[in-house]
């Protein structure tokens, strides 16, 4: 079974899925299962931008967005076309 995913349950991941399947078994598409990672970097990148006068918020949010690039890419070259996290 495939579980379609809105923008907000991709940052619970797999639990949430599970918890809308009401208990079955879920089995997530490749594509999904690529874009929760980067999901989950997007908001921690945004929640590091917020206190941005720290200069560890931003050595942090400078690795983070390299870490979120180098995941882009390797989804790009899996699946032929960039990640689009915001229709998901």
Request: charged share 35%.
């Given at each position: 079974?495939v579980?379609?995913?809105?923008?907000?349950?991709l940052?619970?991941?797999?639990?949430?899925?599970?918890?809308?399947?009401?208990?079955?078994?879920?089995?997530?598409?490749?594509?999904i299962?690529d874009?929760?990672?980067?999901?989950?970097?997007?908001?921690?990148?945004?929640?590091?931008?917020?206190?941005?006068?720290?200069?560890d918020?931003?050595?942090a949010?400078r690795?983070?967005?390299?870490?979120?690039?180098r995941?882009?890419?390797?989804?790009?070259r899996?699946h032929?076309?960039?990640?689009?996290?915001?229709?998901?």
């Amino acid at each position: 079974m495939v579980v379609r995913l809105t923008a907000s349950e991709l940052e619970y991941g797999r639990r949430f899925a599970a918890k809308k399947a009401a208990g079955l078994v879920v089995r997530l598409s490749p594509e999904i299962d690529d874009l929760i990672p980067i999901a989950r970097l997007g908001k921690r990148i945004r929640e590091l931008l917020w206190h941005r006068d720290n200069p560890d918020n931003m050595r942090a949010c400078r690795v983070l967005v390299r870490e979120q690039a180098r995941l882009s890419l390797a989804y790009e070259r899996r699946h032929g076309k960039a990640p689009n996290i915001k229709h998901v």
